[in-house]
Every structure is written in structure tokens, then in C-alpha cells.
T-cell receptor
Framework: AQSVAQPEDQVNVAEGNPLTVKCTYS??????LFWYVQYPNRGLQFLLK????DNLVKGSYGFEAEFNKSQTSFHLKKPSALVSDSALYFC???????????WGAGTKLIIKP | EAQVTQNPRYLITVTGKKLTVTCSQN?????MSWYRQDPGLGLRQIYY???????DKGDVPEGYKVSRKEKRNFPLILESPSPNQTSLYFC?????????????FGPGTRLTVT
């Protein structure tokens, strides 16, 4: 079955430290990969996507993600975390065969001052 | 301002009482979708629409109906709500149905069915 996994329900990072939110996928064909962020009481916002080309993708708010085909991963990273980065992060993959997205369960990121 | 709007934002209702959650986008997007978000399950797609008068089932369509009579509007209808439909609902749109396009989300509707 095709799936997206976010193995950590919660990630805790001190402000100023680098952060990583993990995402792995299991799909057939060529995946298009997305990261979205959800702040409290808000809808989801698009952060970045990988379609093709450079494996390192840069997005909004200083975030970046690296596509690793051999490890089927698309981890979200930021060199220096801010308290305002605290939110719920979702990884999603779009398949070759249809227009739907498969979503991960989400990872709660907590940045402590 | 480019946006997706949903109404109402919060709704408490009783089992069996028909309700409609409206969704509207002002970006001339072709693709629209409804999701429900439940703790630990991420987002699950209910229905989607690739254009006016074109709708299709997502992963969890049971108990829901949609229509797309105009490009900008995509209402979600619960004919006979049940407690298991208590959830947080999001409407989303994207420029095109091609899988490379990111989606824009509304603020969400928190529905409680008692």
C-alpha cells in the first residue's frame, strides 16, 4: 500500500538549534513531495515542494528539504529554529496516477526558548 | 486578498440535522477539495472537484455530499450527520488539478455532532 510516514509525533528543539522533521514515503512511480505547516487554529500553509531537479529544495520561512530517492525520504530542515516555528508539520506525496495527495499523520514541532 | 473562506468556523449540531459548510475561493482555481482532520490520522480527503460539475470521491466520502455549480464555490453537505463526523474540516483549492500544484487551505470548520 502506498503511504507516507512521519515517524515522530513530536520533536522538541531549543531555539537557535538546527531542526529536522522526518518524512519517508512508500509509493510507486515518481513522487511529487510537499511540506505544509499548520499554526494553531489556522488552516494549512504550503511550505515547499519537490517536483524534479535539485534534490535540495528551499521554501518559506527559511525551511528547506532534501529529497533522497534511495532512502525514499524528504526530511524538512532549518539551520536555526525560532520559537515561532512551533506548529504542526505535514508531509504529503502526490502520485503519478491520480490527483490526490497522500498525507502523513503530522509532527508537532515545539521550539523552546 | 487571495483566499479560501469557509463558513461557519464552528458548528455544534445534533444527530440527523442536515447541515451545509460553505467554501469559496477567489483565485479562479480549477481544483477544489474537502478534507477532514482527526488526531493521529492526518488529513483524509472526502471529495474533490477538478472543475465545474466534475466531482469525485476521495478516501472517506460516506455520509457526505458535494456540488460544484460555480467555479468559486464547493459546499460540503451532511444530509444526516452522526457523531463520528465530529471533526475539523478543511476546504482547499489549487490552480490546476495537475499534481505539481500546491493547495491553498481555508481556516477550517470545527464540527461537533451530539
Amino acid at each position: 500500500a502506498q503511504s507516507v510516514a512521519q515517524p515522530e509525533d513530536q520533536v522538541n528543539v531549543a531555539e537557535g538549534n538546527p531542526l529536522t522533521v522526518k518524512c519517508t514515503y512508500s509509493v510507486s512511480g515518481n513522487p511529487y513531495l510537499f511540506w505544509y505547516v499548520q499554526y494553531p487554529n489556522r488552516g494549512l500553509q504550503f511550505l515547499l515542494k519537490y517536483i524534479t531537479g535539485d534534490n535540495l529544495v528551499k521554501g518559506s520561512y527559511g525551511f528547506e528539504a532534501e529529497f533522497n530517492k534511495s532512502q525514499t525520504s524528504f526530511h524538512l530542515k532549518k539551520p536555526s529554529a525560532l520559537v515561532s516555528d512551533s506548529a504542526l508539520y505535514f508531509c504529503a506525496v502526490s502520485l503519478d496516477s491520480n490527483y490526490q495527495l497522500i498525507w502523513g499523520a503530522g509532527t508537532k514541532l515545539i521550539i523552546k526558548p | 486578498e487571495a483566499q479560501v473562506t469557509q463558513n461557519p468556523r464552528y458548528l455544534i449540531t445534533v444527530t440527523g440535522k442536515k447541515l451545509t459548510v460553505t467554501c469559496s475561493q477567489n483565485m479562479n482555481h480549477e481544483y477544489m477539495s474537502w478534507y477532514r482532520q482527526d488526531p493521529g490520522l492526518g488529513l483524509r480527503q472526502i471529495y474533490y472537484s477538478m472543475n465545474v460539475e466534475v466531482t469525485d470521491k476521495g478516501d472517506v466520502p460516506e455520509g457526505y455530499k458535494v456540488s460544484r455549480k460555480e467555479k468559486r464555490n464547493f459546499p460540503l453537505i451532511l444530509e444526516s450527520p452522526s457523531p463520528n463526523q465530529t471533526s475539523l474540516y478543511f476546504c482547499a483549492s489549487s490552480l490546476d488539478s495537475h499534481r505539481s500544484y500546491e493547495q491553498y487551505f481555508g481556516p477550517g470548520t470545527r464540527l461537533t455532532v451530539t
